[in-house]
């Protein structure tokens, strides 16, 4: 059972838990790989096929007897690569997946679970059922969910060259276009107002009309915040689901996100708020330009 050290014991489910960004879905690739690689599927139960889209019930013959050969992430799905094809994972809006002892007793929005040889299973949990679980057996990228996203933020390829070059001529305000999945992928509603307080630059901002020099501030800003969100993430999963709804490792080292009214951390100048597509962003009036 030493492999199965991450996350042994059943944690209790929130009632409304935090929508999983990028930080966190690689937290549980990071915990669900130690767990899952070299091992063996036994066994795939469906308690509910209805996510965002039905799970196929033929998973249940498929599996079986399939070695996991590894576990990566594109943008926020996960992909279990298993002998013959690939399990791509997506934990919607409020989804987890944990590897718990066998024969845990299936709790409520408990959906589907992976028995593995050796004791344990992988169960997947989502109130809100806009999880998703699709197999397939060619290269996963081709897949329709994943073919056509913009690079990874923490990839060398996603710098201010590509976002100067990708935002020549564009209207669009830059905040919006840093949350385009075609544009990067897994820069949430958090880290795009985060990473644009660090870069000293106003989310309204025509994206065509920031220079080179600001944009390569913002790629580094962008990758800062997510790899520290990713740094911290790896110990304090269990805090990623506390009832603040937000990653308490995090929040205490955030500049503007939720901050409006306070003042900001750098000149004092009170923390604004304004609503782009919907979302709130959160910035620095002084600070950002
Ligand atoms: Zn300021």
Known sequence: MAGFSFLLSPIPHPPSPPV??????????????????????????????????????????????????????????????????????????SGSLRVLPAGTPWLKHDHYELHLDRGGCL????????????????????????????????????????????????????????????????????YASEALFRAGIHPRRAAGKVSAERYARLAAAVKAVLGEAIKQGGTTLRDYVNADGMPGYFRQKLFVYERDGQPCRRCGTPIRKLAQGQRSTYFCPACQK
Not at 53 to 73: E, F, H, M, N, S
Request: glycine share 10%.
């Open 20 to 93: 999983p960004e990028l930080p966190e879905v690689e937290t549980t690739r990071r915990g669900i790989r130690t767990a899952l690689r070299g091992r063996q599927v036994t066994e795939f139960a469906l308690r509910d096929h209805r996510l965002r889209w039905p799970v196929d019930r033929a998973l249940a013959k498929i599996l079986p007897g399939q070695r996991v050969r590894d576990v990566r992430r594109r943008a926020k799905y996960l992909l279990v690569e298993l002998d013959g094809g690939t399990l791509i994972a997506h934990l919607g809006m």
């Open 123 to 190: 169960r997947f949990n989502d109130p809100r059922r806009f999880g998703s679980l699709h197999w397939v057996t060619g290269d996963p990228l081709e897949h329709p969910l994943l073919a056509g996203l913009g690079p990874e933020p923490l990839a060398r390829e996603f710098d201010g060259d590509y976002l100067a070059s990708r935002a020549r001529g564009r209207r669009v305000a830059i905040k919006q276009f840093l949350m385009d999945q075609r544009i990067v992928v897994g820069v949430g509603n958090i």
